[in-house]
Each structure stands twice: as C-alpha cells, then as structure tokens.
C-alpha cells in the first residue's frame, strides 16, 4: 500500500472510531508503515475526529517523532512502539478508553465472547495492571518505553487487552481488523454487562468463536465502507 493510501486510511480510521464512540478527546489509532515496518503512523496529539492528513505523523519503534516539524506526539505513543517491535505480526494499534470495557479491567467479570461478531475474543482478553509495573502511585498512563514493553507482554499473541482502571488495547493484521475489533469489543461489553444482569451467560464455545473469527475476518471491507461512508458524511 502506498503510505498516501495508508494515511487516508488511518485519517479515516479516527473518524470511524470516533463516530462509533470508541475513541473521543482522548485514545488514539496507528498503522505500521508496510515500506518501512520499523516505523509507525500516528496522529500529531489531539481529538479523533478532527485528524487531517497534514495531521499524520511517523516514528521509530522508539516512539521517537521522524519529523514533528513542532507538532506535540501523543504522551502514550509507547502502547504503539512496543506492540509493534514485540509483535511483527501486528499491522495496526488502537488505545481507547471505550466505557463499557472499563468494567471489565476492574472486576472479576472476564470479557468473553458472547456473539458470533466478536469470536476473536475467544482466546481471552488479559488484563494489564500497571502497579506490577510501577507501583501504586501513576498516572496510569503508558508514558515510556519500560511501560509499554510490559503492556505487550501482557498483550502477548492475543487480539486485545484490557487496562485496569485506563481503558484498552486492539491490534489487528490490517488497520481494518483492528477497528473492526475495536468497534465489536466495545458492543460485546454492553451486551454482555446487560446479558450478566439477566442471568447465567451461554458464551461461545472456543470452536464456535474460532469460526466465527474466520468468517468475519473475510469481510471486513463490509463494516468499513459502511462505517467510512456515515463517519466521512458527518464531517
């Protein structure tokens, strides 16, 4: 893909988070750049959904700024460095603080898949607990190297992990399976906080989320021009 192409991709992908109400003022989208895969695209600090182009910025796998021609980087752009130089796999990094998963990084109610959209989940959602980490008197925030490395050692090879008291993290293989994912953890969290209220849950069984995962993975354009279309009409 060519990095202009990736780039409208990514503005794109603020917009769509923020109309789906994962992302707000605050969480932020990259894209690993597939010509250079030691550096990453991120938007300069600020809301979502009012990333342009101009907007867009580069860094190394040590969340340093190729080029910020004075534009102020993201204090949590180390979530994105370190899940890319731990995971070669991951195309695309998402932190929100979406709140219907904040519950579920605080309780012992576990995020599990309770529908055919969201099997990806299947595998368990760990969560991170920065005081591991750092002790108990932090921002919670992710604001060096240190942190992020053992935020994608919690990640590990999973799809997402939850942050305690903070909010999350989706990666995917493509910026699309990781908004997809982002969007549908999000919505699996309400249904599930309302499902809980009602009584015993029948999850997924890990069979059933296997193949539900690999379905919806085969159509991902589907969601994204839908979600593409409504967020870019929005302004």
């Known amino acids: 893909m060519a990095q202009r192409e990736l780039v409208e991709d990514l503005v794109v992908a603020n917009r769509i988070l923020f109309d789906q109400g994962v992302l707000d003022g605050f969480g932020h989208v990259s894209a690993r750049d597939d010509a250079q895969p030691d550096r990453f695209l991120l938007a300069r600090s600020m809301a979502a959904g009012l990333v342009e182009a101009d907007d867009i910025m580069a860094f190394d796998l040590d969340g340093a700024p190729i080029d910020a021609r004075g534009r102020a980087a993201f204090l949590e752009r180390f979530i994105h460095s370190e899940i890319y130089r731990a995971r070669p796999d991951v195309q695309a990094v998402i932190h929100s603080h979406s709140p219907n998963l904040v519950p579920f990084g605080v309780t012992p109610a576990r995020l599990q898949p309770l529908y ?9 959602v760990p969560v991170f607990e920065i005081r591991t980490v750092a002790g108990e008197n932090t ?45 549908y953890m ?44 409504e967020a870019l009409r929005k302004g």
């Open 186 to 229: 999000e919505l699996n969290a309400r249904l599930q906080a309302e499902a809980m209220r009602l009584g015993p849950v029948n999850y997924l069984t890990a069979g059933e989320a296997r193949a539900g995962a690999e379905v919806n993975d085969r159509m991902l354009e589907r969601p994204w021009q839908l979600w593409k279309r």
């Open 139 to 183: 921002n919670l925030l992710i604001t060096d190297g240190r942190l992020g490395r053992a935020l994608a050692e919690t990640l590990g090879s999973k799809p997402a992990a939850l942050m305690r008291g903070h909010g999350s993290v989706a990666v995917g293989l493509s910026l699309r399976q990781a908004v997809y994912r982002a969007v």
């Open 116 to 124: 055919h959209m969201t099997g990806f989940l299947g595998d368990g």
